[in-house]
């Protein structure tokens, strides 16, 4: 009795204790992150004023890559990565500077037209504001590990207004096939807060419940695995696109402010050759295709392709904006092939892209369903799941650890990185004769 009795009493302190912890950094990461998007939305809207206001990216991505340089270069990239990194590596020891480097960057970047996403910088501002409480509160490794959790989640929840999704997204994107649920209560509590605190200051978020969801049938049903396979496919490309981009730069032995030149000159030639229209965050094409608009096939390629050259080459901002982009889009184009309503498979491609690439398909589940309503949740969920497994052990977050094998029919070391494991193909040739041979026996048998 009394053991259960002390046991209960420590379970409650360490509730209080976290709730307390969570809240305050709810609080602090939902104003950090309304100072950062209420930054970023005024430079958008003064910039757009002028019809050639991309001309500037090459001055604007050396900037950029300059001051990650010599001032942070823990900034550089797109944000997610390198909280995830310094969880892993660091104990969540996230440098202070990296904050107003990170917000500075970001804004230049995205507000003069570099493909890149607002949630990155939210992110490692979330990470790193926890990080410096964590440093006045003198805590452990193992709270402040927590604590930077729960930064990622308020970060995350502060962008899309998500607080649920961005509460599982904290603890599910740091490990392949894990959930941390010893930080599940203060990311829920750091997300729900931070969110509120936005959206009190002023920040809106995009909502749009899917009015066309049609009943469940068999058909529908097998609609929806082919619709998962195909977000897997374009997750694969997105990954490897940012991938193959990143070598490139590396093998590029240039002082990397003069690769941001080079970067932003790409980028110029390629609007002038396509369109404006894969510049920046994006949002009115997103919000055009989810209310049922149409695009030309190959948008959700250049989007790809703007992203990989604008964040590796110089420009500083988060993934998960285009993605999302990539996502809604590519769903457009599948929808006329599948013969079903444009708004719900770009609904279902938004979120199946982003599980596919981040490896989060609970997290990108409940996100459908708080960003366009309950009904669209079993087909968002079937396609999430699919699109995550066909994406095996690649992640646009190398950091990532693998926590679970996705297939028996790959081994892969768990606990490796992503970046580090060498996914090998096991045959299944010699259970395939035995099964075989199993059934003549038994067919002979019964003869």
Known sequence: MRNSLRETTVI????????????????????????????????ISTNNQYTYYYLFLPFALFFSAFIVKYL?????????????????????RIKPIVIPVKLIASVITIAFGGSSGKEGPCVQIGGGVSSVISDILRLDDIDRKKLVICGISAGFSSVFG?????????????????????VLLPSFIAGIVSYYISSFLGITYFYGSIKFVPVLSEF????????????????????EAMQLSKDISDRIRLWSPLKGLIGGFLLIILTFTFSTKFLGLGLETI????????????????????????????????????IIFIGATSGMVFSNLLGLD????????????????????????????????????????????ISYLMTGYRSIYPSQIIGIVKSTSVQVEIG???????????????????????????????R
């Open 416 to 446: 490796k990185e992503v970046s580090e494991s060498e996914p090998k193909i096991q045959t299944r040739r010699k259970t395939l004769t035995n099964l075989i041979l199993g059934i003549i026996r038994k067919l002979k048998n019964g």
């Open 287 to 322: 919000k055009s295709v989810l209310q049922g608009g149409s695009v030309l096939w190959y948008f959700f390629i250049l989007k790809i392709i703007f992203t990989a050259i604008t964040l590796n080459f110089g420009g500083s901002g988060g993934l998960i904006t285009p």
């Open 342 to 385: 444009r708004a719900t498979l770009s609904a279902i491609g938004l979120v199946s892209v982003l599980a596919g690439t981040t490896n989060t398909p609970i997290a990108s589940s409940i996100m459908a369903i708080e960003l366009f309503g309950p009904s669209i949740g079993p087909y968002a969920a079937l396609s999430c799941t």
């Open 162 to 182: 998500t607080p649920i999704a961005g509460a599982i997204f904290g603890i599910e994107v740091l490990f392949i096939g894990c959930l941390l649920y010893d």
């Open 72 to 92: 942070s270069p823990d900034a550089e990239g797109h944000g997610t990565e390198k909280v995830i990194e310094a969880i892993h590596q660091s104990s969540g």
């Open 12 to 43: 409650f302190f360490s509730v209080i204790k976290w709730s307390i912890l969570s809240t305050i950094v709810g609080v602090a990461v939902g104003l950090s992150t309304t100072v950062f998007l209420k930054t970023l939305n005024w430079s």
């Open 220 to 239: 529908l049903f097998v609609k929806t695995i082919f619709a998962g396979i195909f977000f897997g496919i374009v997750s694969f490309i997105t990954i």
